[in-house]
């Protein structure tokens, strides 16, 4: 099936889909892409390097405050020019009302009455548009929010969308190299593009040119493409910086494709059967990749086991439900979840959540065949930090907040860690 607006190619482009919060139900309509003929630009309206002013956090106001099913634009730009794509071009999202069934959502995180567009921004920006507009020859009008019909009250997008877009795109004619040439950087470019498909991976580039900056690279700047006497040696590759347990940072940190596609390929030549990108999937994926674990074979948990927090379990179809005090399941396949809490008020259920932190819903017990719980019925330190972190909670601000988790029985210097932690 096409993914309309996926364009891996792009520099600093990145399949964000399944990072961003989602509604458990509700979806947007899918039309057909010719409907799209214009593309919206937007600005945020966060100030820029604030607690939530992210894609992750734009996803989550949008459907836990505002109910919507997903983020309402298609493409994130952040201030370092990652272009997060969030939901395909022909999706109906919300963004500017009676315009959506035409219109492309971009939004540049910012508030750009006080902000600055980054030199970052603009570049993807540019290239985004430029990208949209030879992909979708239907799509060669370029508009801000304010310029939709009805919105001529709405400061956004504030900057000068056009002016941007009219500059060159710095593209300077890049010398023609084999493996162990020279390359000429170009506008957009990463150690992690250019290595993308190539015989050769992002260590290696740092290891041919380690007087050079991989997050600072200059617009004509040269550097020296691996050649098999200069790249890294598998004690290096084997050493790379990134430990955490993202499978898809991790691969790009090997210079490897972190997309969905990659991952199930992967996940079938290294025997893990059935791979659908759960949480308990990537990590078995990421230990036999990193790690040199063999893959695990199934557990099948029997009646009268207890469960714990954090743990992975397998929700059967149609035994979800939307909220805690919902009276039906919604019409689920089956699907992998972590339990981050126990509700004995309500037909002793666990409070579920997606490898990313992001609330899925609830289960019975009963419906999982389990015969008693080890867990507190408290929310886990880290749960509340998301809830602090992203906005959504009533704990207040301190020096209330740290006494009010005090009281609860948290110690907020711990919650003050993950909090810190989910907003680097």
């Known amino acids: 099936m096409t993914v309309y607006g996926l364009y891996l ?20 309509p899918i039309l057909s892409v010719s409907s799209k003929t214009v593309i919206a630009i937007h600005h945020s309206l966060t100030r820029i390097g604030l607690s939530g002013s992210n894609a992750r956090g734009y ?38 009302g009676n315009a959506n069934n035409q219109a492309i959502g971009i939004v540049l995180t910012g508030d750009f009455r006080t902000d600055k567009v980054t030199e970052a ?43 941007i877009l009219e500059a060159a795109i710095a593209n300077p004619e890049p010398i023609k190299a084999t493996n162990g040439g020279k390359y000429i950087i170009q506008e957009g470019d990463t150690f992690w593009g250019i290595a993308k498909g190539k015989d050769f991976e992002v260590v290696d580039l740092e290891h041919a040119n380690p007087g050079v900056d991989p997050k600072g690279l200059k ?60 949480a308990e999937q990537n990590l078995q994926l990421l230990s036999i990749i990193r790690d040199g674990a063999k893959a695990p074979s199934t557990v099948v948990i029997k009646e009268n086991n207890t469960i714990n927090k954090g743990q ?15 009276t039906k399941p919604v019409k689920n396949e089956q699907l992998t979840a972590k339990v981050d809490s126990i509700n004995t008020n309500w037909r002793n259920s666990v409070r579920l959540i997606n490898e990313n932190g992001v609330y899925v819903g609830f289960v019975q017990l009963t419906d999982l065949e ?23 909670h009533n704990w207040g601000n301190n020096p209330e907040r740290a006494e009010k988790l005090r009281k609860a029985g948290y110690d907020p210097n711990e919650v003050q860690k993950n909090i810190n932690q989910l907003l680097k």
């Open 219 to 278: 617009i004509g700047q040269i550097i020296t493409l691996p050649s098999d006497v200069n790249k890294a040696t598998s004690e290096e590759k084997q050493s790379v910086s990134y430990h955490g347990n993202s499978i898809q940072k991790y691969l790009e940190s090997i210079g490897e494709e972190g997309s969905y596609d990659n991952r199930v390929r992967l996940a079938d030549k290294y025997g893990i059967k059935d791979y659908k990108g759960n």
């Open 370 to 392: 389990y015969g008693s719980i080890s867990a507190t019925t408290n929310q886990s330190t880290l749960a509340v930090a998301r809830e602090i972190a992203f906005g959504k």
């Open 312 to 326: 992975a379990i397998i929700v059967p179809a149609g035994k979800l439900y939307a909220q805690g005090n919902a």
């Open 59 to 96: 996803s989550s106001y949008h459907v836990n405050t505002l109910g919507w099913p997903g983020i309402g634009y298609s493409y994130v730009i952040e201030p370092d020019g990652v272009i997060k794509f969030c939901n395909p071009i022909n999706w109906r999202t919300y963004h500017v």
């Open 121 to 163: 921004q603009k570049s993807s920006l540019r290239l985004l548009v430029d990208r949209i507009k030879k992909d979708q020859k239907q799509v060669q009008t370029v508009k801000s929010h304010h310029e939709f019909p009805g919105y001529s009250w709405k400061a956004c997008c504030v900057f000068n969308y056009k002016q």
């Open 9 to 28: 190619d792009l520099p600093k482009f990145v399949d964000y889909r399944d990072k961003v919060v989602k509604h458990p139900i509700k979806s947007f």
